[in-house]
Nanobody, 114 residues
Framework: QVQLVESGGGLVQAGGSLRLSCAAS????????MGWYRQAPGKRRTLVAS???????NYADSVKGRFTISRDNAKNTVYLQMNSLNSEDTAVYYC????????WGQGTQVTVSS
């Protein structure tokens, strides 16, 4: 089992920045991918960014150049640095980890005011 706890969400003005954190605990062996999804009201959950165990990254087109995913292996934590936020970034952001099964955090709300 893997437990994921997100933090760092909140209210920010358009053009501002936030950094989300995802602390992982439990059976972390053989996690292949970690990353972030988001879900806006009335919309499906979509991928924002991911990072493989080898460090390869993948971003949604809508966040390329603005968001950066990173990790601190010593802290078992994955981060999502979000810059130049706009109203379309408003959503609940979920951390996930993929082994044989996928694991999800409880989500953290990000609200961007215009």
């Amino acid at each position: 089992q893997v437990q994921l706890v997100e933090s760092g969400g909140g209210l920010v003005q358009a053009g501002g920045s936030l950094r989300l954190s995802c602390a992982a605990s439990g059976s972390l062996f053989s996690i292949n991918v970690m990353g972030w999804y988001r879900q806006a009201p009335g919309k499906r959950r979509t991928l924002v960014a991911s990072m493989t165990r080898s460090g390869s990254t993948n971003y949604a087109d809508s966040v390329k150049g603005r968001f950066t995913i990173s990790r601190d292996n010593a802290k078992n934590t994955v981060y999502l640095q979000m810059n130049s936020l706009n109203s379309e970034d408003t959503a609940v952001y979920y951390c996930y980890a993929l082994k044989i099964s996928d694991y999800w955090g409880q989500g953290t709300q990000v609200t961007v005011s215009s």
